[in-house]
């Protein structure tokens, strides 16, 4: 039988070494946080997840496509809700009628496309479910014209690696928004430029009048008000050099989880 | 559990006046004083097994540490494939009164608990959980992330790597798997366990039938689980193995799960480390850093 008193001085013990340690791990991991070398290691998770998921997943994959009854009834507005630009605001007051979208950099014959010569495409209705980083679901019906369509159309040169989506949004602090995705990518069926949501024309918190869809990854990734693509074969030296706004400020590239 | 005896040593306390017996204690072909406790090494953990269980302890606190802080930056659960709001089976939320005074209510399918001080508003801050109990502390869900998914990749291939080996070596059919005996023993066991009544002897040599039990159902279900419904949440992998979100019931009802299998691991800990610290703490630690573990045995049982 312990004494009262040492089986005190136990107690007393054991709640200040677990109290001190789990400090010390709290505080640790925040030091390795802000540590240059840490969160390099960190980093080196998401070429891993990227490397297994592209060998898992088969090209063409589609992301699951819901009916109608499966909307959500509210589609949250995330990230910026509108440009707030003056440039913005005119094009707001006509309607997009003056919109261009613009494809240059690696491609054989850069063009762009009017709104309304976009919608004069063949277009493609797709309802499915965005995942926000934050946690959150929600489901909406896209229709849009496929980015691999006018891929064909500009025809993207060997060293074209990263189609670079420039957004006409800009942040409180004048940095603008822009996003990333591989070339590769741009192919797949359910990457489309969408200017409806839900059978209506895009609004301007939602993105319009253009947003990219890339389903299978976060919806981070979704630019909203894209005014031009640009083809790279490197994405250092666009922005902060991490292929997207969010990316910049330590979110993956590779958002596929 | 193998069990290698390698020595004995009597010890030489004063002779239990309880037992004159001079049975011959255990497997253990004893020279010793037959009416006195017993005390036999016995190889209790192996080292792969050693290995990776030690590697769990920072992997699983990173882990659930920083699933928190991912979990923060919408902190709501839902089932199904969205998550309406107004859906919620739970969700944490700093409320203001017309006072001013913000206070953390959470919510669990419609019931409102006040949680101020953890859950909801805590040291002056709107968050889900509080500060202690995420990586990073503060409010930053891409360096959540992060750690999160580092860690989760080591966790898998530590698991990947404790599976092959606990099957391999038979640990899995051996120590872990319950047999005819443990099921009819249940009720005993439970009752022992109620009163804190811990096996000795012999029976310490192995696990219980709820201890089996608690490590395979922790093992081969609450891991799988947290691994499948943390790879179900990948809109890619969704694409590659749509099942598994029919068979979750849902993106957001994975999200669930994923939670509460969370949920379950810190409750195994809980009780991992209160049965650690009541059935011999130094004795356990020891076992489990060299594998050699100390059974006591009373003269006469």
């Given at each position: 039988m312990i004494p009262h008193k040492q089986a005190m001085k136990r107690r007393q013990f054991l709640k200040g070494t677990v109290g001190a340690a789990s400090l010390v791990a709290l505080s640790g991991c925040d030091n390795l946080t802000q540590s240059s070398w840490f969160p390099a290691i960190l980093n080196k998770a998401e070429r891993l997840t990227e490397l297994v998921q592209r060998a898992v997943t088969p090209k063409g994959a589609l992301a699951k496509e819901y009916g109608?009854?499966?909307?959500?009834k509210i589609f949250p507005a995330n990230g910026n809700t509108d440009p707030g630009t003056a440039q913005y605001a005119d094009h707001v007051a006509l309607n997009f009628s003056d919109w261009t979208l613009e494809v240059v950099g690696l491609v054989q014959a850069p063009r762009s496309w009017s709104l309304a010569a976009l919608k004069e495409l063949p277009s493609r209705t797709q309802i499915t479910r965005h995942d926000c980083v934050e946690g959150w679901s929600a489901i909406g019906k896209w229709t849009g014209v496929p980015l691999g369509d006018l891929m064909h159309q500009v025809e993207p040169l060997p060293s074209a690696q990263y189609a670079v989506f420039h957004c006409a949004d800009v942040d409180d602090d004048g940095i603008a928004y822009y996003e990333s995705i591989a070339v590769a990518d741009?192919?797949?069926?359910?990457?489309i430029l969408a200017y409806e949501l839900n059978g209506a024309t895009l609004d301007v918190p939602h993105g319009a009048p253009l947003r990219l869809r890339f389903e299978r990854q976060l919806g981070y990734k979704q630019a909203k008000y894209v005014m031009k693509i640009e083809l790279v074969d490197s994405l250092t030296g666009i922005g902060g050099g991490k292929g997207g706004y969010w990316e910049d400020q330590g979110y993956e590239w590779y958002a596929g989880i | 559990m193998t069990l290698l005896i390698q020595s004995e040593e009597a010890v030489s306390q004063k002779a239990d006046q309880r037992s004159m017996a001079s049975e011959t204690l255990s497997t253990v072909s004893t020279p010793m004083v037959s009416s006195s406790p017993v005390i036999e090494r016995v190889y209790r953990h192996r080292l792969p097994v050693r290995i990776s269980h030690w590697l769990n302890v920072p992997f699983l606190i990173i882990l659930i540490m920083s699933g928190l802080q991912i979990f923060n930056a919408h902190p709501a659960l839902y089932w199904g494939?969205?998550?309406?709001r107004d859906q919620a089976l739970l969700s944490i939320k700093p409320v203001q009164s017309e006072g001013g005074e913000v206070k953390g209510i959470t919510t669990i399918l419609g019931h409102q608990f006040d949680t101020t001080g953890v859950l909801g508003y805590s040291d002056g801050m709107r968050r889900g959980f509080p500060a202690w109990a995420t990586?990073?502390?503060?409010?930053?869900l891409a360096m959540g992330r992060q750690w999160h998914l580092f860690f989760a990749w080591l966790f898998v291939i530590n698991g990947l790597i404790f599976t092959a080996y606990a099957f391999a070596s038979r640990h899995v059919t051996r120590d872990l798997a319950p047999t005819g005996k443990d099921w009819r023993s249940i009720g005993k066991s439970l009752r022992d366990h109620l009163i804190l009544r811990h096996p000795a002897g012999e029976e310490a040599k192995r696990y219980n039938v709820l201890q089996k039990l608690a490590y395979a159902s922790i093992l081969f279900i609450v891991a799988p689980l947290i691994v499948f419904t943390g790879l179900a949440m990948s809109p890619t992998i969704d694409t590659v193995s749509p099942w598994l979100l029919t068979i979750l019931g849902g993106r957001q009802a994975a999200r669930t799960i994923h939670f509460l299998a969370c949920f379950s691991f810190v409750g195994f800990i809980i009780a991992h480390i209160l049965q650690v610290v009541l059935t011999g703490f130094f004795n356990n630690i020891r076992s489990m850093m060299t594998g050699w573990s100390i059974v006591k045995h009373e003269a006469g049982c």
């Open positions: 109608e009854a499966d909307i959500s741009c192919y797949h069926p359910q990457t | 494939d969205r998550s309406d990586i990073p502390s503060a409010k930053w």
